[in-house]
């Protein structure tokens, strides 16, 4: 799991509904992020879970449905950016690095509209704070030592 449950269960107050929700659009994520970036070899049970989880799980998650227009337009913008940022690391120079570095996780607004449902919007911008602290805890200079890594990957894989 990206986010100790215990930490997921404050931000969502208490509802267990919205950190199944949380959990399964951050293993979504990060499991597409790895099919993309080919950086990570998926084994046949991950990807079989991940989509089971797409088709099944997160249409039958109550909080998902409940909050279902609100979430899915925050969802799409999410996989809009995200893809973005993919072609702006690939394809641009440092100015497009630094943008993709933030852009790329856009999930975690999803966080912090589910805090927001949850507690509201104060509520919502205490936890966002915290959820990107978190997920940006490897530092843009890690991020750019993983970038090029990746990059010599693929380079080497075409040839």
């Not at 440092?94 to 509209?113: H, P, W």
Request: proline residues 1%.
């Amino acid at each position: 799991m990206y986010f100790d449950d215990e930490q997921l269960l404050r931000w969502m107050k208490g509802d267990k509904s919205a950190v199944e929700f949380i959990e399964m659009i951050c293993d979504v994520a990060h499991k597409w992020d790895d099919l993309i970036d080919r950086d990570k070899e998926l084994n046949d049970d991950s990807i079989n879970k991940l989509f089971f989880d797409l088709l099944i799980r997160l249409p039958r998650n109550v909080f998902y449905r409940k909050h279902f227009e609100h979430l899915n337009s925050v969802l799409m913008n999410a996989i809009s950016n995200w893809q973005i940022a993919t072609e702006m690391e690939r394809e641009g120079g440092d100015y497009e690095t630094s943008i993709a570095f933030i852009l790329r996780s856009s999930y975690i607004d999803l966080i912090t509209q589910a805090a927001l449902l949850t507690g509201g919007n104060q509520w919502a911008c205490n936890v966002g704070k915290q959820a990107r602290a978190i997920t940006h805890n490897e530092t843009y200079e890690g991020y750019l030592k993983n970038l090029t890594k990746e990059k010599q990957e693929r380079a080497a894989r075409q040839s």
